[in-house]
């Protein structure tokens, strides 16, 4: 078995011993290929993110570290965070403790108390191990009322520039930011955003930068020869698996990262679907991916669906604790080495859904099973007499023994799910296959 799997052994049985694999050396820059991230230890990193874009609005300080506390404790690394609300808020603009971002009237001249309480959570991020994908001005769902966009074109260019020199400053020396511009807009006059990054790289920012756009856009067609862009954000409440694949096979010579899909709490969504968005878009070649939950993403505040739980009764909940599996489960293999498989791939399924991704030399695989009728393996795919078959249960974050199999002649062979339903009682699965006992 390679060692990449043997480490599975540990650290999928043991979340403690995966916990210490999620520690952070900041800043984080893109691995030489463009692939994927690494730390400033130059090791990669997997950005498994949760969605908060309220937190710097909505919390208190007390209520923030009891949020970045639970956040940790189940393996999420990475934040996606709204630095000034517009509407997700109980008092937008303002902050939980009366503080404006912007003096009375005037968009865009900021109010240092506001943005001290801002450098406040994004340094406990920081202490805690999370990178933020921080938006500077969230622009609003079709550049509608949701956000800053009008108030961007009434303040004009220059102090947009003006704004993101302040940023720089005001931040300075916090290098776990990922600046996230844009939000659910692909802006008419993009020179508004434009003016924000120009700002920001003249008073010294040098961190990361992606954008977010309206969904299933493509920020690489939206910003062509954009040189501030160092990730690609998929945002698609569609096949996500088939999103990122597309954009994987455009070759844009940068991470992939699965910024938004369907959130739990909303769209009928379900603890399977949700897996199926996570685990799609990383065998689909995405350098990680954001998950989201309806109150947590405005912590109770206005939102757009409603939802009865409150954001601290949503913590625990069963989408975020298939996350932590998921998280479990890829601290124990080398994710960043692997290669979505197209339809000729070694292993193929009969009925339901199959998305796999094998290694670049094809000593293991991954694949990731919604109600298959049938499983065959190909093992001719892995140039090896006999295959290690392994399942685990996304659900549960439990991975079964391993099964020795020495293929008849390296004739491809069927294998089924230890059953039709798992510990939750859905139907999806994760099927690993190496060469070697």
């Known amino acids: 078995m390679p060692a990449t799997l043997r480490a599975i052994l540990v650290s999928v049985l043991l979340l403690a011993t995966a916990s210490a694999a999620w520690?952070?050396?900041?800043?984080?820059?893109?691995?030489?290929?463009?692939?994927?991230?690494?730390?400033?230890?130059?090791?990669?990193?997997?950005?498994?993110?949760?969605?908060?874009?309220?937190?710097?609005?909505?919390?208190?300080?007390?209520?923030v570290d009891i949020y970045l506390a639970d956040r940790r404790s189940r393996g999420f690394n990475t934040l996606v965070v709204s630095?000034?609300?517009?509407?997700?808020?109980?008092?937008?603009?303002?902050?939980?403790?009366?503080?404006?971002?912007?003096?009375?009237?005037?968009?865009?001249?900021?109010?240092?108390?506001?943005?001290?309480?801002?450098?406040?959570?994004?340094?406990?991020?920081?202490?805690?191990?999370?990178?933020?994908?921080?938006?500077?001005?969230?622009?609003?769902?079709?550049?509608?009322?949701?956000?800053?966009?009008a108030q961007m074109q009434?303040?004009?260019?220059?102090?947009?520039?003006?704004?993101?020199?302040?940023l720089a400053e005001h931040f300075r020396g916090l290098d776990n930011i990922i600046w996230l511009h844009g939000g659910d807009y692909d802006p008419a006059d993009p020179s508004l955003v434009e003016a924000v990054i120009d700002g920001?790289?003249?008073?010294?920012?040098?961190?990361?930068?992606?954008?977010?756009?309206?969904?299933?856009?493509?920020?690489?067609?939206?910003?062509?020869?954009?040189?501030?862009?160092?990730?690609?954000?998929?945002?698609?409440?569609?096949?996500?698996?088939?999103?990122?694949?597309?954009?994987?096979q455009m070759e844009l010579g940068r991470p992939l990262l699965l910024l938004e899909g369907v959130y739990e709490g909303e769209h009928d969504s379900t603890e399977q679907s949700l897996r199926e968005i996570a685990y799609g878009a990383l065998l689909g070649g995405a350098a990680g991916q954001v998950f989201g939950n309806n109150p947590i993403w405005h912590f109770?505040?206005?939102?757009?669906?409603?939802?009865?739980?409150?954001?601290?009764?949503?913590?625990?909940?069963?989408?975020?604790?298939?996350?932590?599996?998921?998280?479990?489960?890829?601290?124990?293999?080398?994710?960043?080495?692997?290669?979505p498989a197209l339809a000729d791939g070694p292993v193929q399924a009969a009925g339901g859904r199959l998305m796999t991704a094998v290694a670049p030399d094809r000593s293991w695989s991954i694949s990731y099973l919604v109600a298959p009728t049938g499983v065959e393996i190909d093992p001719s795919k892995f140039g090896a007499e006999i295959l290690s078959i392994r399942w685990y249960d996304p659900s549960a974050g439990v991975m079964g023994q391993p099964t020795a199999v020495s293929p008849d002649q390296g004739k491809p062979f069927a294998v089924a799910p230890p059953a039709q339903q798992n510990w939750a009682g859905f139907a999806d699965w994760v099927l690993l296959v190496s060469a070697g006992e």
């Open 23 to 63: 520690a952070t050396a900041f800043p984080l820059r893109i691995d030489d290929g463009g692939s994927y991230l690494v730390d400033a230890d130059d090791r990669p990193s997997l950005l498994h993110g949760d969605t908060a874009w309220s937190l710097i609005a909505e919390l208190t300080r007390e209520e």
């Open 200 to 248: 920001l790289r003249a008073g010294g920012d040098s961190a990361l930068a992606a954008a977010h756009g309206a969904p299933d856009s493509i920020p690489a067609q939206v910003w062509r020869n954009a040189d501030w862009m160092d990730i690609e954000t998929i945002y698609s409440y569609s096949d996500v698996h088939r999103q990122v694949l597309e954009r994987y």
């Open 300 to 339: 109770s505040g206005p939102g757009i669906y409603s939802v009865e739980e409150t954001w601290r009764e949503a913590l625990a909940s069963r989408g975020a604790e298939s996350m932590t599996h998921l998280k479990t489960l890829f601290d124990g293999i080398e994710w960043w080495t692997l290669e």
């Open 83 to 149: 630095l000034i609300e517009h509407k997700f808020a109980s008092n937008a603009p303002a902050n939980a403790y009366g503080n404006l971002p912007f003096a009375e009237g005037r968009p865009f001249e900021p109010n240092d108390a506001f943005f001290d309480h801002a450098r406040w959570v994004l340094s406990r991020a920081r202490e805690e191990g999370f990178v933020v994908l921080l938006t500077p001005a969230y622009l609003g769902f079709g550049g509608g009322e949701e956000g800053w966009y």
């Open 154 to 166: 009434a303040a004009g260019t220059e102090k947009l520039e003006a704004y993101g020199r302040y």
